[in-house]
């Protein structure tokens, strides 16, 4: 006969650790837990052999099928889509560097030439928007190519505090001018992670940016830095803006989808910024709801070398 501790070892297998998980259904044969117990540990029968547990290991199965489900529709999107980006990227990028190169010629010709003031003027306003607008349309090509061929990560131990810190200040004088309200809140000291830091800078621009244009009024953008279970650093970023509408956010990593009413952004910041998280073994969640406001949760795992 097995002693005390030896059939509690065997109902810990199977999750019964309090009193209230004694079922004693019968399903297994047996008229007790400690009855079962007894005849596992006298090779009598099999410890799966219990509806209840049976029950909540297919749950738990399920659970994680459904993610992994979720994950490689995703992946299979991103790849997909990858391949149109390649191809675009590579037809429109070398006629944008002909034609930023040779703007730059003629705004530098203008500055020396004996030609009307008057002239010069509108000649040199008209390079200067063209030279904007070209400008726009080669930082969406190197989108585009950083969404369908990511380069190779230069990673390193960093401080994930420090990137947001400055990547909000690269944006603070736009943010100032809507009126939007900072609150920062940071545990310290944190844990560093590895990662590229320039990659990483660019998924909290696109992140702040996005916030910033869901508040055209004004308003409230919290970035709060906390860890999980020693294992992740957890960042969140709420805003009060507009919020997204629930048929809609299911869909806001995907590839040129974007919720922007003037139809101005590209609808490559999310999914770029999704695709850097997961090769850094990270997640991206969202949680929104419309008229409230907007959450992006983002864990990367804390640096344990």
């Not at 059939?7 to 297998?13: D, E, N, Q, S």
């Not at 650093?233 to 509408?245: E, F, H």
């Not at 910024?273 to 959450?295: L, M």
């Amino acid at each position: 006969m097995p002693s005390e501790e030896e059939i509690t070892k065997i109902l810990i297998k199977v999750n019964k650790l309090k009193k209230e998980d004694e079922l004693n259904c019968g399903s297994c044969g047996y008229n007790s837990r400690r009855e079962k117990a007894v005849a596992v540990y006298q090779d009598l029968a099999e410890i799966e052999m219990c509806l209840p547990y049976l029950i909540d290991q297919l749950q738990k199965i399920n659970q994680e099928l459904i993610q992994a489900q979720t994950r490689i529709i995703m992946t299979a999107k991103l790849a997909s889509m990858g391949e149109l980006a390649a191809g675009v990227a590579h037809e429109i990028n070398n006629p944008l560097t002909g034609i930023l190169t040779y703007l730059k010629l003629m705004e530098k010709k203008f500055s020396y030439d004996n030609i009307d003031s008057t002239d010069l003027y509108k000649l040199r306003k008209y390079v200067k928007t063209m030279e904007t607008e070209t400008s726009r349309c080669s930082e969406i090509v190197k989108n585009l190519l950083e969404f369908a061929r990511p380069t190779e990560s230069a990673r390193e131990l960093t401080n994930l505090e420090e990137i947001i810190k400055k990547t909000l200040s690269l944006i603070k004088h736009q943010i100032q001018l809507q009126n939007i309200e900072i609150i920062q809140e940071y545990k310290s000291p944190l844990p560093k992670i590895m990662a590229d830091y320039k990659q990483i800078e660019q998924v909290f621009l696109n992140l702040f940016i996005n916030s910033a244009q869901a508040m055209p009024e004004g308003g409230k953008l919290s970035i709060k830095i906390n860890t999980e279970n020693n294992k992740n650093i957890v960042t969140y970023i709420t805003d009060s803006g507009c919020g997204i509408p629930k048929e809609k956010i299911n869909k806001i990593f995907d590839p040129f989808f974007t919720t922007k009413q003037d139809k101005k952004g590209t609808g490559l910041g999310l999914s770029v910024a999704y695709g850097i998280i997961q090769r850094h073994n990270g997640s991206i969640d969202v949680k929104s709801e419309e008229g409230k406001g907007t959450t992006f949760i983002i864990k990367f795992p804390i640096n344990k070398g």
